[in-house]
């Protein structure tokens, strides 16, 4: 099993639709996770770190579930410039490595 | 600048021959990662330094790679006798804190992409 997995999609929504991507890790002692976003041919950057609680940003809301162990991430009223591929982010405890999913790739429709 | 700086943007070589990609952190970032993404692949770990040290090198592929940094600040990957699975882009971050107690921010360089013919 990989350490980080997600589906590599793409999803192809229209713009205004709601979409949500799941990522699953297979360390439970994992304390830290991110999403990151990468455009086409650019370098990965941070979209958003993901609490235990729970966390939103905007359109944006990422949700952690220890118990089955997995992280997502919703996109709500999508635009175009949303079209990117998404890259969920695990950092192990005792260790110094992010870990990076293949990510998964969304195109927003017009 | 105020980002992390990669060079070259670009490397062509012919199979055999070594390459020595740079990476210039944001000053005052202690921690510094090298990555490898294949093409329509995700990000694969090479090597994690904390200062000038290297306390994982377990992505390293295989004895033909080698990292070094040095005064907390610039690194360079070497490749040696390059092969043609080796074409990739190679991406370098930095990040302000890089503890076992807690995970920062990486911010990445635009990459390296070395082509091996």
């Known amino acids: 099993r990989k350490e980080v997995e997600q589906d590599p999609g793409p999803f192809n929504v229209p713009e205004g639709a709601t979409v949500a991507f799941n990522c699953t890790y297979s360390?439970?002692?994992?304390?830290?996770f991110f999403w990151y976003r990468q455009d086409c041919r650019k370098e990965p950057k941070l979209l958003m770190s993901?609490?235990?609680s729970g966390n939103e940003d905007g359109r944006f809301t990422a949700q952690l579930n220890r118990a089955s162990q997995y992280i997502s991430l919703l996109i709500r009223d999508s635009k175009l410039s949303d079209s990117a591929t998404y890259l969920c982010v695990v950092n192990y405890p005792g260790t110094y490595k992010y870990i990076f999913g293949t990510g998964t790739r969304l195109k927003v429709l017009a | 600048g105020a980002g992390v700086s990669q060079s070259p943007s670009n490397k062509v070589t012919e199979k055999g021959k070594d390459v020595e990609l740079r990476c210039d952190p944001i000053s005052g970032h202690t921690a510094l990662y090298w990555y490898r993404q294949s093409l329509g692949q995700g990000l694969e770990f090479l090597i994690y330094f904390q200062g000038n040290s290297a306390p994982d090198k377990s992505g390293l592929p295989s004895d033909r790679f080698s990292a070094e940094r040095t005064g907390g600040s610039v690194s360079t990957l070497t490749i040696q006798r390059t092969q043609q699975e080796d074409s990739a882009v190679y991406l370098c971050?930095?990040?302000?804190?890089?503890?076992?107690?807690?995970?920062?921010?990486?911010?990445f360089g635009e990459g390296s992409r070395l082509t091996v013919l």
């Open positions: 360390n439970s002692a994992s304390q830290s």
């Open positions: 971050a930095s990040s302000l804190r890089g503890s076992q107690r807690g995970a920062g921010e990486l911010f």
């Open positions: 993901v609490y235990s």
